[in-house]
């Protein structure tokens, strides 16, 4: 109980922090960092608020294992008014000592779905796969209720049922504990409170003055939950691929392989985050394969139209998830596939016909170019080509002023032949 006493004179502190969007593995490290910095400033509490449609499962356990082996106690509050705690974010709600939710606001629906990528809509899991995960699913929504002391059956059926509620309700039921407007509000009410703690231990909480610090992510935590989100990794990869191979195109021009290595690198730590489906990932190896393949055969397109298909299936199959908002959209997918598609076979056809075209500098770059002789080859003498006075040895005589082309070179020496008159090449 020491931690949570209030020294006569002192101000009780209370570290807060921000869950906004869908619960992934950098949620789960944002909260694990902030009750860490809690611990470390002997902070009173933390207050965790939720907006959230929900999110990973995995994550999700991981956050409540987190929250109840937290030393210091730690409040859900679902703000502000308008916002949602669902799905994943009702587990959170309820795993935590205080449990308290804005006017306004709505939880629930937490029954696990699965999602087929390519019809955006639900899929029938197979009726024992169903079982298991619901029953999974439910046990742990009954161990959280059970543990924190809250209605246990109207807790389950928003697993089995996919029951939601609003904050009357979920206060009525016993759900949530306050309902306060906004995070000052809440302490307030708070104050004096007894909770008991996951371990059996009960503690009061003191906040007649408090003083609240928002925890600050770090650098590393800020750009990972700025491109945590699929449809902006994929974007990451896609320019990150093409940078690099304009790089490849032209050498020496630095700036798109710079550019796109770091994106291709953030785009690949992005999905690394996420469940990836290897078929999606096969789709898009497949797809880049077609665009190099186009641009060495007369395919008339075919293989152009078939990598922009495999790109564009393989990237809403990608992520391999039951949350919406995890998965890549279809309107990203195919602004991203038919960019990529035909920039990619513009400049791969770019680099093939360079590859073909003949030599324009160095040795090679002088046959079957036209000179004239300066005085009579016998069978040597002298030669101008493109302005420049060369030794040159023909294989008869060639008189003086007459055009000749270049058949070989040897070192500074040219092998010419006669162009024109019959006579120049007896």
């Known amino acids: 109980m020491a931690p949570l006493l209030q020294v006569a004179g002192l101000q009780a502190k209370v570290v807060s922090v921000d869950v906004d969007g869908i619960v992934h593995p950098v949620t789960a490290e944002v909260i694990s960092s902030a009750i860490d910095q809690a611990q470390a400033e002997r902070a009173d509490a933390l207050i965790i608020r939720l907006s959230t449609p929900g999110g990973l499962l995995d994550a999700t356990r991981s956050i409540v294992e987190e929250v109840f082996r937290s030393p210091v106690p730690v409040i859900m509050w ?236 393989g990237a809403v199959m990608l992520v391999d998830t039951n949350v919406p908002e995890l998965r890549i959209h279809w309107a990203t997918a195919i602004a991203v596939t038919l960019p990529f598609a035909l920039i990619t076979s513009f400049l791969l056809s770019i680099a093939v016909r360079a590859r073909r075209n003949k030599v324009a500098t160095g040795a090679g770059a002088m046959l079957g170019q036209f000179g004239t002789t300066i005085a009579e080859l016998n069978p040597a003498g002298t030669v101008m080509v493109r302005g420049e006075y060369w030794h040159a040895i023909a294989g008869g005589p060639i008189g003086a002023s007459r055009q000749v082309r270049i058949t070989g070179v040897d070192g500074l020496t040219l092998r010419v032949e006669a162009v024109g008159r019959k006579e120049d090449k007896e």
């Open 78 to 313: 679902v703000g502000p008014s308008g916002a949602r705690a669902a799905s994943a974010g009702f587990f959170l709600l309820e795993c935590g000592d205080v449990a308290a939710m804005a006017p306004g606001t709505n939880t629930g629906a937490s029954h696990p779905v699965a999602l087929n990528p390519l019809s955006g809509g639900d899929t029938p899991m197979d009726p024992v796969m169903k079982q298991k995960v619901e029953n999974d699913t439910a046990a742990l929504m009954r161990t959280i209720a059970a543990r924190r002391g809250r209605n246990v059956e109207a807790a389950e059926r928003t697993v089995r049922e996919s029951v939601s509620y609003t904050d009357r309700e979920a206060l009525d039921l016993h759900l949530i504990d306050a309902i306060a407007a906004d995070p000052q509000a809440l302490l307030g009410q708070l104050d004096g409170r007894e909770i008991t703690r996951f371990d059996g231990r009960r503690q009061t909480l003191h906040f007649a003055d408090v003083a609240v610090e928002p925890y600050r992510p770090s650098l590393r935590q800020r750009v990972l939950l700025a491109i945590a989100d699929p449809n902006i990794a994929l974007l990451l990869l896609v320019l990150g691929a093409l940078g690099i191979y304009a790089e490849f195109s032209s050498p020496g021009l630095i700036a798109p392989g710079v550019i796109g290595a770091i994106l291709l690198l953030l785009g690949l730590t992005a999905l690394s985050m996420l469940p990836i489906d290897w078929l999606g990932a096969a789709l898009i190896a497949l797809a880049l394969s077609f665009f190099v393949l186009e641009a060495k055969f007369a395919t008339h397109g075919i293989l152009t139209v078939g990598g922009a298909v495999a790109m564009l299936l």
